[in-house]
């Protein structure tokens, strides 16, 4: 068994106890702060992902304009400038 599969039982045994304590703890006299505290992590779960998604498309800088590519079907180079070579027929195919 390599280190991934080691982690991976892991993880499942840590989660099957703690959805049996979960479950038990459910039919104890703090039920309902229980299920507070699991509702309030969840929410704060969500809200701290989804406030870091937006944290990263905020401070990502947009890409690179594409340039359309001289001789493809369907550019229109009706300005009359090019960048780069004047046409693609000079180019050889690529072979696989």
Known sequence: ????QSYGGLILVVSVIVLILYIFSLTSAYAQLVVYAVVSIAVIGILGITGWI????LTTPPPAPLEAEIGAPGSSSSS???SGSSSM????EEKN
């Open 1 to 4: 068994m390599n280190k991934d």
């Open 54 to 57: 937006g944290w990263t498309m």
């Open 80 to 82: 009359g400038t090019t």
């Open 89 to 92: 027929a000079g180019k050889p």
